[in-house]
């Protein structure tokens, strides 16, 4: 199961928000690129990355950076944050990245995610925001009022290489994952799915690495790792473990 520590990026800044809340943030003092670094010294090999600053303008306003991580260290990334354009993803790919993060545009408009998918043939993952069952868009502030599970029965043969299946209500929160309803969406999904929100500790890690299940394809930890709840060094343990 692959380990995503994950980067969002908010004024050349890292940052982690509190159940995607751009008014409840906490900033630290690594800048992205050296954060970037610090998690390829400790041996992780993949990346999550979200541009906060993407999904405020739906432009690639951190492009510079992700450039400078790709061209740096030798880690697959996953990137995401207002990627409303074919323009947009084939910037990111242009940059090396392994995997360009599609929401609200893509779940607002199935033909876009639909011909994204054949131009970017296995490149591009989906990211699905769950609240109480139903997908959040737009920065998780609209509720579509549409179950995750029926979005997902739709679009399961567009080409979708992965999905990033977060619970709102646990990101940030640092309560456990929601393994239930992960396992749930990876039964459903033709294509491997990522766990996202709420890990809290070294224990969350080894329950999903316990499910045993060759859908999920791996967790991002992100909050956890900035408070000091999981310490770098036993996280690498991780990387390579058997469950």
Not at 128 to 149: F, Q, R
Not at 195 to 215: M, T
């Amino acid at each position: 199961m692959k380990i995503f520590p994950a980067i969002d990026i908010k004024d050349k800044k890292c940052v982690r928000l509190i159940k995607g809340n751009f008014e409840n943030k906490t900033e630290y003092e690594t800048s992205p690129i050296e954060q970037a670094a610090k998690f390829k010294d400790h041996g992780f090999k993949n990346l999550h990355i979200v541009d906060l600053d993407g999904a405020l303008t739906g432009k690639t306003v951190n492009l510079d950076i992700i450039e400078e991580i790709v061209s740096k260290y030798d880690l697959k990334i996953e990137i995401g944050g207002g990627v409303r354009s074919l323009d947009s993803i084939k910037q990111y790919v242009d940059t090396g990245v392994e995997k360009v993060i599609l929401g609200s545009g893509a779940i607002k408009n199935k033909e876009f995610l639909k011909e994204s998918c054949v131009k970017f043939k296995g490149q591009i993952a989906l990211g699905l925001d769950e609240k109480d069952g139903n997908l959040s868009v737009s920065g998780w502030k609209e509720n579509l009022e549409i179950k995750t599970t029926d979005f997902l029965k739709e679009i399961n043969d567009f080409g979708v290489s992965r999905i990033i299946f977060t619970d709102i209500n646990r990101d940030g929160m640092k309560t456990s994952p929601n393994l239930d309803e992960s396992v749930k969406i990876a039964g459903l999904s033709n294509c491997p799915v990522v766990i996202s929100g709420g890990v809290s500790s070294i224990n969350d890690i080894k329950k999903a690495r316990e499910l045993n299940n060759n859908k999920i394809e791996g967790i991002i930890v992100g909050k956890a790792i900035y408070d000091g709840d999981i310490k770098l060094d036993e996280l690498a343990k991780e990387i390579d473990a058997k469950k």
